[in-house]
């Protein structure tokens, strides 16, 4: 063996990139390589079970696995071995067990408190180098208790997912786990996640109280769907917003409101309580069929001038005229993402942006990689500036024209926009010119059909053939060798013209159709 293959470093370096397989394969090369394989096979696992099974068989036995052998000594000491190297541990009570050939892998209720109980004097934390907990209960919530005994002061990263069914008496159970957290010794949290359906006072009590001392979290993850109960609501208003950490970084959750002031307040209390923002994702609910729709329900978000991320999703989307997207460029000038996204569905309004606005877009938001908007069905050819005057001085001047950050930008995300055939042409003139990344994507998400309409029909605005065609123009203007003897607008609209038959990957098709591309 060449000596470079025994230095720690390198080894690391090298098993790190491979796949699991060849990590147990290198784990019987040497006692050097053993270590550094099985610190990367263990280092982040996406099931606790074969972390239990190290103490002793599990089988289900009706109510959920529970162990049935005895747990040796030398067992805990294998146990660990290797439980001093999980750094990520990953749990979903809805994953199938295929040791035991069950659907699902909810534990029996008494696991945790047999795990702790039969945990040898002195033996100290169960994984004491843990940094990620991830935690999903959606088939039983009962299943949230067996995280305990996984709890530790190393962690960084919690997240927790909650699916109540009928069981609302289980909702204390939630309660006290979040009390737990919260008396963790030394527990410095950075990212929090936490999602459920259903909610309590006591329980957004506890989960206050967790924020309030978790001042170093930085990334919360908080989509609560817990219906539209107003007091519930006003519980969530005046306990966990006003708890947000200072120096949070990124938050996302649902804001539900009940009237215009009450948008506005509950807005302005995130605002005030995290001014350090850099991304913010929110799903606007409006249970009085009041919805933001225009620039000035913005407002309170302008206040937040380190934004670099900006989603909302909304209704019908918001309308935003070129002198709203200037004053939108002028509060978040560090924008990198931005996103303002209508509900996919045949209901919503076509609010959103001229097709021209993009241009405003491209010239106010200099470090944007990412649009997500929807564009207005486009009424009559578009009106493109640089088409308005017809000295060969003004045509050279409009080779210049202001564009979006060639290097940066790379993904236009329409939504359900409505493109009809005979706008190909111009669309495709419009993003040649303002858009240069030669990995340019364009991402349509088709709306949601109709009950009433049969699996064959398809609805009229379904716009995805269209959208993929402009795509691929692009694409095409990008990757042909310009005529420098005509301004760049002229050689794409002639190019783009002579190429309207161009051909559609039908894979790629499929793919925007169904909202899968990234």
Known sequence: ??????????????????????????????????????????????????????????????????????????????????????????????????????????????????????????????????????????????????????????????????????????????????????????????????????????????????????????????????????????????????????????????????SFDDYLTRAGTIVRQAQQLHSLKLYLDGSSGWWPEGFYDLTPFLELSELENLELVTFSGIHLDPDDIVALGKSFPKMVRFAIKPLPCPVAFDVGIKATALIDFATTFPKLEVLGIRIEPIHGPLVLPWRRSTDHHSHSQAQAYPSFNSSRFRLLDVGPSFLSDQDVPDMAELLSVLCHHPLLEIKYERQEEPEYLEPEETPEEDSTKTWRKVEALVKLVHGTERDTTKPYHEWCQALILNNMDVEIDEDEERIIAEGELA
């Open 1 to 258: 063996m060449h000596r470079m293959l025994a230095v720690h470093e390198i080894i690391c370096n090298i098993l790190q990139t491979c796949q699991r397989h060849d990590q147990t394969v290198a784990a019987r090369v040497s006692r050097l390589w053993c270590d550094v394989a099985l610190d990367c096979l263990w280092r982040d696992i996406d099931s606790v079970l074969p972390l239990l099974r190290l103490l002793s068989p599990l089988v289900d036995d009706g109510n959920g696995l529970a162990f049935t052998g005895k747990f040796e000594p030398q067992n805990w000491e294998r146990f660990r071995y290797y439980g001093r190297r999980v750094r990520c541990l990953r749990y979903d009570d809805s994953d199938s067990d295929e040791v035991e050939g069950v659907a699902s892998s909810g534990f029996a209720c008494d696991l945790s408190v047999t795990l702790l109980a039969l945990k040898p004097a002195g033996f100290g934390p169960l994984l004491p180098n843990i940094r990620e907990l991830h935690w999903t209960a959606f088939h039983d919530v009962l299943n949230l208790q067996h995280a305990l005994p996984f709890l530790h002061s190393s962690m960084k990263t919690l997240n927790i997912v909650l699916n109540y069914q009928e069981d609302d008496d289980l909702l204390p159970i939630t309660a006290r786990f979040l009390c737990t957290i919260s008396g963790i010794q030394g527990l410095c949290l950075e990212t929090f996640a936490f999602h459920t359906n259903k909610a309590s006072l006591q329980l957004l009590q506890n989960l206050a109280s967790l924020l309030q001392e978790q001042k170093a979290i930085r990334v919360l993850d908080m989509p609560m769907e817990i219906g539209h109960e107003r007091a519930l609501h006003n519980s969530v208003q005046d306990l966990i917003y006003h708890a947000l950490p200072k120096e949070l970084k990124e938050f996302t959750t649902d804001l539900i409101f009940f």
